[in-house]
């Protein structure tokens, strides 16, 4: 699952449909860019309540899910912890991804 899930991570990159990084998702979910937002399990306690609080806030669907060395790795990038999907497409599609790996 991990392999497709990489694959989509890595599309989204090329289109620029994935924002990156707390600031970059907070302004995204201000402007309701955002339609799923992907956390790090190991993003710091403060970190990871600020960003769910937000995500509630704005209405955005969220998912606690892989390490930072894991997303970043699919992302093409180094020590992000908070992925931000703009497109609806990519969105449910990564979201039913993550849903059966976590499922399984």
């Known amino acids: 699952m991990r392999s ?7 599309f989204a990159v090329k289109s620029r449909n994935l924002v990156m990084g707390f ?8 402007k309701r860019r955002i339609k799923l ?20 806030k704005h209405q955005v669907p969220y998912r606690i899910y892989g390490t930072t060395d894991e997303l970043s790795q699919m992302a093409g990038t180094g020590g ?9 497409n990519f969105a449910n599609v ?7 790996d976590v499922n399984e």
């Open 4 to 10: 497709k899930l990489a694959s989509y991570m890595g």
């Open 37 to 56: 937002l992907i956390i790090a399990t190991d993003i710091s306690e403060n970190s990871g309540k600020k960003i769910e609080k937000e995500a509630k």
């Open 80 to 88: 992000r912890s908070i992925f931000g999907i703009t497109d609806d």
């Open 94 to 100: 990564i979201l039913k991804e993550i849903d059966n």
């Open 23 to 30: 600031n970059t998702c907070v302004l995204a979910m201000n």
